[in-house]
């Protein structure tokens, strides 16, 4: 198994996230720079996008192909986006949850993470990079 990550670059590449996101049942949104890939035997399997709102970094939406969990790829997939952030000199980007996810249990459960807003059934994050 050849697991691998990638910022989306060419309009192929964002085309197979939007697919992904259609295929995952996720809304359709714009997805900017950066764009994280996870690739799995040649395969986009996951991603996490980037929405500029007001000039604020929005990170998501976070999607997941459903057929196998990926749990310790995601969670490398939201590292290796985060240091494309700092590496473009970003130190705060917000993101949000849909309540009763995954990804929402699992920051419930395993983060120190605190909503500072909640809008419908979306939590909303601050996210501080050091």
Do not use: C, W
């Not at 929405?51 to 590292?79: H, N, T």
């Amino acid at each position: 198994m050849t697991i691998g990550y990638k910022i989306a670059e060419t309009p192929a590449d964002f085309h197979e996230a939007h697919a992904l996101m259609r295929g995952e049942g996720v809304p359709e949104q714009t997805l900017g720079f950066p764009t994280m890939l996870l690739i799995d035997e040649n395969e986009i399997v996951g991603m996490i996008g980037t929405d500029i709102q007001k000039g604020i970094i929005v990170a998501g939406p976070l999607v997941m192909k459903s057929d196998r969990k990926r749990i310790q790829s995601a969670i490398k997939m939201v590292e290796m986006y985060e240091m494309a952030l700092r590496g473009m000199g970003i130190s705060t980007f917000i993101f949000h949850v849909e309540e009763g996810t995954f990804l929402d249990r699992m920051i419930s459960r395993y983060s120190e993470y605190q909503p500072y807003a909640v809008r419908g059934t979306k939590k909303f994050f601050i996210r501080r990079l050091n």
